[in-house]
């Protein structure tokens, strides 16, 4: 199996910024689409941004002025650069991200989630 460890969370003032990574370890064979998901209190887990193997981005509407997410394939890391950040971007931060990786002596492909990170937008 592998593992998706998230860091970078914390509290922050409005206008503040953070930048969030995401490193996978395993035996990992290569990694198509990776992203980062939030969810805060009372709501529905939803799509941040994601970026394929290749470069190509998807934004949520609400944050694409102000995020820029980016991945090092080297390091099978990807990273979220928060900037102007504001109280609506409290949530839990969790990176996924499909792996295709070897268990033993096979070959399998798996959809994966961090443990998720704290972000706290506040005065």
């Known amino acids: 199996q592998v593992q998706l460890v998230e860091s970078g969370g914390g509290l922050v003032q409005p206008g503040g910024s953070l930048r969030l990574s995401c490193a996978a370890s395993g035996s990992i064979l290569s990694i198509s689409t990776m992203g980062w998901y939030r969810q805060a209190p009372g709501n529905q887990r939803e799509l941040v941004a994601s970026?394929?193997?290749?470069?190509?981005?998807n934004y949520e509407d609400s944050v694409k002025d102000r995020f820029t997410i980016s991945r090092d394939n080297a390091k099978n890391t990807v990273y979220l650069q928060m900037n102007s950040l504001k109280p609506d971007d409290t949530a839990v931060y969790y990176c996924?991200?499909?792996?295709?990786?070897?268990?033993?002596?096979?070959?399998?492909?798996?959809?994966?989630w961090g443990q998720g990170t704290q972000v706290t937008v506040s005065s």
């Open positions: 996924n991200a499909d792996i295709n990786y070897r268990d033993g002596s096979l070959y399998k492909r798996r959809n994966s």
């Open positions: 970026i394929a193997r290749g470069g190509s981005t």
